[in-house]
């Protein structure tokens, strides 16, 4: 082997606490660079910068006041989602991409910033986007049944505590009978999409259920 110098190069690097299949950098490797760490956001600071993004969504496209109450609901819900999701859906050597993030986070905020005022007609439609906006981010990645039956139960209990409306009620128009309930089933049947509006422009086109 021969000798490599290196000269004037410039090495910037990431990586996230060890778990989950990320391995410990050892000080040997570490000593040739200056570590910059950043502590975890708490709750207060994770509903505010997101709140903040929600509350100009619905000044924007125009909501009346009582979508704005709902949209801190939507935040504190999701942010209470994510919490369990990080908890309770670890990774494992048969499910290593069971990892979450706060990108996680605000892509359940962004995707239901998609929609306009005009495709939202009252208020079960907007938490039926929340619930589809989460199943998109989380449970589309799980591979295991008893994964996705934890989550669809606590989506449940969220709209039931969190929202404060039967979830027979917000999914009334996917049963096909007044006595049925809501089951994994039905929410594999709640689709909001824009690929409807096909010749329409993207930016022209409609994210709509």
């Given at each position: 082997?021969?000798?490599?110098?290196?000269?004037?190069?410039?090495?910037?690097?990431?990586?996230?606490?060890?778990?989950g299949g990320r391995n410990e950098v050892t000080p040997r490797f570490m000593r040739h660079f200056h570590a910059v760490s950043m502590v975890p956001f708490n709750?207060?600071?994770?509903?505010?910068?997101?709140?903040?993004?929600?509350?100009?969504?619905?000044?924007?496209?125009?909501?009346?006041?009582?979508?704005?109450?709902?949209?801190?609901?939507?935040?504190?819900?999701?942010?209470?989602?994510?919490?369990?999701?990080?908890?309770?859906?670890?990774?494992?050597?048969?499910?290593?991409?069971?990892?979450?993030?706060?990108?996680?986070?605000?892509?359940?905020?962004?995707?239901?910033?998609?929609?306009?005022?005009?495709?939202?007609?009252?208020?079960?439609?907007?938490?039926?986007?929340?619930?589809?906006?989460?199943?998109?981010?989380?449970?589309?990645?799980?591979?295991?049944?008893?994964?996705?039956?934890?989550?669809?139960?606590?989506?449940?209990?969220?709209?039931?505590?969190?929202?404060?409306?039967?979830?027979?009620?917000?999914?009334?128009?996917?049963?096909?009978?007044?006595?049925?309930?809501?089951?994994?089933?039905?929410?594999?049947?709640?689709?909001?999409?824009?690929?409807?509006?096909?010749?329409?422009?993207?930016?022209?086109?409609?994210?709509?259920?």
């Amino acid at each position: 082997m021969s000798k490599i110098d290196l000269i004037n190069v410039f090495i910037c690097a990431a990586m996230g606490p060890p778990g989950g299949g990320r391995n410990e950098v050892t000080p040997r490797f570490m000593r040739h660079f200056h570590a910059v760490s950043m502590v975890p956001f708490n709750d207060a600071t994770l509903t505010r910068i997101f709140s903040t993004l929600m509350q100009t969504y619905l000044r924007d496209q125009e909501f009346t006041s009582d979508f704005f109450l709902m949209g801190n609901v939507m935040v504190d819900a999701t942010l209470q989602v994510y919490k369990a999701a990080i908890s309770n859906l670890l990774p494992t050597p048969a499910k290593s991409h069971y990892v979450f993030n706060l990108r996680d986070f605000s892509r359940v905020i962004l995707g239901i910033c998609l929609i306009k005022k005009e495709q939202v007609p009252n208020k079960q439609t907007f938490i039926r986007l929340w619930v589809h906006e989460v199943l998109r981010v989380f449970y589309d990645r799980l591979t295991d049944d008893s994964d996705r039956q934890w989550l669809v139960e606590y989506i449940k209990n969220s709209i039931e505590t969190s929202f404060k409306e039967k979830v027979n009620a917000v999914f009334s128009h996917l049963l096909e009978n007044s006595k049925d309930n809501v089951t994994e089933e039905t929410f594999r049947s709640l689709i909001f999409g824009d690929f409807m509006d096909i010749d329409a422009l993207l930016e022209d086109r409609n994210y709509d259920e």
